[in-house]
């Protein structure tokens, strides 16, 4: 069986990846668990001083597996423990985090780049949050975050219109910094790590904890989406939300 999410430690930089192709790497509850294990586990190893979040040279995250949401939706699961567990990590991560954006990155895709230091995209990148059109909320702590980066009125269009954003958009907006041609991200994305990793340790670490602020306020807003998330999956708007998508991907 291939590997879902590929972990590889390159000197001081460790590549979480997530390896789903043939499903545009829509994240199962298995693979939010690895890679938050892979987060997790980095600062124990004094060798890496920068994390890589990377999916394939087709899609970066199609966003959380559709089986999955259904199941949530009809009650027949609970919100996954792995997919808080990812985001607590994302929230409370002390490494410097890069993501090498190729494809779509939605749903999830687009919200843990807001945890992101450098985000490096290709120029055919695009970026969406379809939740509300689902009859759900942003997530992630995507309610607060954005807002930060990008201001209300452009998170607004992102969050609740889902207007997608094309890689000049998202830069412009703050949510990325760089954009190239696609075969380059990956290489520029490691460049940047690399340039990070090579930085005095704990001046970026003392210098990214003053500017990330305390933890606990995102990982609040974490807890207060998903409860509202919850209960959106049990409402009737979102039932037939996800039937009507369902009906368009027959």
Avoid: W
Wanted: hydrophobic share 50%; aromatic share 4%; glycine share 8%.
């Amino acid at each position: 069986m291939t590997e879902l999410v590929i972990i590889t430690d390159d000197g001081p930089v460790r590549t979480v990846r997530m390896n789903r192709p043939d499903k545009k790497n829509a994240l199962t509850l298995a693979m939010y668990d690895a890679m938050a294990a892979a987060i997790e586990t980095a600062p124990k190893n004094p060798a890496l001083r920068c994390l890589l979040i990377a999916g394939t040279p087709t899609a970066f995250c199609a966003g959380n597996d559709i089986g999955d949401f259904l199941k949530m939706a009809t009650g027949e699961g609970a919100l996954g423990t792995p997919i808080l567990r990812f985001l607590y990590t994302l929230a409370r991560c002390e490494l410097p985090l890069i993501a090498a954006v190729q494809g779509n990155a939605i749903g999830v895709g687009t919200t843990m780049l807001m945890h992101c230091d450098h985000v490096v995209a290709g120029s055919e990148a695009r970026f969406s949050t379809p939740f509300v059109g689902l009859g759900l909320v942003p997530e992630a702590g995507s309610s607060l975050l954005a807002p930060r980066l990008m201001g209300h009125a452009r998170a607004f269009s992102l969050l609740v219109m889902g207007r997608p954003l094309s890689a000049d958009d998202a830069k412009a907006a703050g949510l990325i910094n760089r954009v190239v041609a696609a075969e380059a991200v990956e290489a520029e994305a490691m460049k940047a790590a690399r340039e990070i990793a090579a930085l005095p340790p704990q001046g970026v670490l003392a210098s990214r904890r003053l500017m990330r602020g305390s933890p606990d306020e995102i990982v609040a807003r974490i807890d207060e989406e998903a409860e509202l998330f919850k209960t959106r999956l049990g409402s009737a708007e979102a039932r037939a939300a996800f039937e009507a998508f369902m009906m368009r991907k027959r």
